[in-house]
């Protein structure tokens, strides 16, 4: 998806999608195909655009790259990731049932809600604010987290640096 154009509820099986400065992508659903047994590929890669409202499951993976890069509201489940680094944003990511968000250095991710069997990395130079960590949810932190809001269940574990957390029960 080239500058000026949009891609609207896209499916990925196992093939790729590149959103690129300037483009759109709105409602891609990206899943991974079956080769022996396990499920692999299938990928939408943010290179400098906008991606808004994907879901990502069964192996399939979000990478968000580069300064300028937004996932807006993806939601990651059964396998599924998203990859978020060369200062590349993530915004409200819905995590759950075996889905991860890896948050590597010079990136953000703000607004993330962590659910049962969901896990968040904030690596060392990334940052997280405003995440909600619920039952069964986990959120890992070698940078930096901010405004993380704990409910019952929910878990943080922190080597780097965590501000502001509310514990809640």
């Known amino acids: 998806v080239f500058s000026g154009g949009l891609a609207s509820s896209t499916q990925?099986?196992?093939?790729?999608?590149?959103?690129?400065?300037?483009?759109?992508?709105?409602?891609?659903?990206?899943?991974g195909i079956v080769i022996v047994g396990i499920f692999e590929g299938g990928a939408?890669?943010?290179?400098?655009?906008?991606?808004?409202?994907?879901?990502?499951?069964y192996g399939g993976q979000e990478e968000v790259e580069?300064?300028?890069?937004?996932a807006s509201d993806t939601v990651i489940s059964s396998g599924g990731n998203q990859t978020v680094y060369l200062g590349g944003v993530s915004?409200?990511?819905e995590v759950s049932n075996g889905g991860v968000e890896l948050v590597y250095p010079g990136c953000l991710a703000n607004s993330t809600v962590?659910?049962?069997?969901g896990q968040e990395f904030v690596y060392s130079g990334g940052q997280a604010s405003g995440t909600l960590v619920s039952t069964g949810g986990s959120e890992v932190v070698y940078g930096v987290a901010?405004?993380?809001l704990l409910s019952a269940g929910g878990s943080?574990?922190?080597y780097g640096v965590a501000s502001g957390t509310v514990v809640s029960s």
């Open 66 to 70: 580069g300064s300028g890069s937004v």
């Open 91 to 93: 915004i409200g990511t």
């Open 12 to 31: 990925v099986n196992g093939g790729e999608l590149t959103v690129s400065s300037g483009g759109l992508a709105n409602g891609t659903v990206v899943h």
């Open 44 to 57: 939408e890669y943010v290179e400098g655009g906008v991606a808004s409202g994907t879901v990502v499951s």
């Open 146 to 148: 901010r405004g993380t």
């Open 114 to 117: 962590i659910m049962s069997g």
């Open 156 to 158: 943080q574990v922190v």
